[in-house]
């Protein structure tokens, strides 16, 4: 079975903090995903890595970063954390670089910014 | 711009009875469409995965079938129980990228 994980499951933090967000996958994948959830919202891409160290912006890339260092971990970057990017963070991985294949989401992320 | 829609938002039915969710999409060059399983506060998981040359793909209670050229997929549950509450999202790959174009969800209530 695909395992993803993400660092934690419910994170505080306070305007204008750097924050990092884990993901990591043990199944040998390319593609490596973010997304946020909001309600009324739905899923938007955040960022996304077909391999390591390459990026490419997703639909809503503005206030984050992401780095992809080793195949199995994609981080997500808050370099000054504002109250607006409160939400559920959702990670996912697939397959194959160069085509899409079955996406694989880890347990999420919800993060407070006070 | 692909748009994905899921109709109805929630769904409460009993026990016993059949699931029917409905998602439809506005491009039809997709290379699959994925259904997925959320509850409440917790991650995606992917319940079955249809690629575009096929018509349906099973799993257990679960059918979804696909038409491409109406743009619309339609997830059948059989013989609901109260384990099957959850919220159910339908994404889709366009051909030529990585993302996926969630619909909003359908949150679906089965009473005991």
């Known amino acids: 079975d695909v395992k993803v994980t993400q660092s934690s499951r419910y994170l505080v933090k306070r305007t204008g903090e750097k924050v990092f967000l884990e993901c990591v996958q043990d199944?040998?994948?390319?593609?490596m995903f973010w997304y946020r959830q909001d309600p009324g919202l739905g899923l938007r891409l955040i960022y996304f890595s077909y391999d390591v160290k390459m990026k490419e912006k997703g639909d809503i890339p503005e206030g984050y970063s992401v780095s992809r260092e080793k195949k199995e971990r994609f981080s997500l970057i808050l370099e000054s954390a504002s109250t607006n990017q409160t939400s559920m963070y959702l990670c996912?991985?697939?397959?194959?670089?160069?085509?899409?294949?079955?996406?694989?989401f880890g347990p999420g992320t919800r993060l407070t910014v006070l | 711009k692909q748009e994905v829609t899921q109709i109805p938002a929630a769904l409460s039915v009993p026990e016993g009875e059949n699931l029917v969710l409905n998602c439809s999409f506005t491009d039809s060059a997709i290379y699959n469409l994925q259904w997925f399983r959320q509850d409440p506060g917790k991650g995606l998981t992917s319940l079955l995965l249809?690629?575009?040359?096929?018509r349906e793909q099973t799993s257990g209670r679960l059918n979804a079938s696909l038409d491409k050229s109406s743009g619309r997929s339609t997830l059948y549950i059989a013989a609901s129980q109260p384990g099957d509450s959850a919220t159910y999202l339908c994404?889709?790959?366009?051909?030529?990228?990585?993302?996926?174009?969630f619909g909003a969800g359908t949150t679906v209530t089965v009473r005991a």
């Open positions: 994404a889709v790959a366009a051909s030529n990228d990585y993302k996926l174009s």
């Open positions: 249809i690629q575009s040359s096929q």
């Open positions: 199944m040998d994948h390319e593609n």
């Open positions: 996912a991985s697939s397959l194959f670089a160069g085509a899409y294949n079955e996406q694989f």
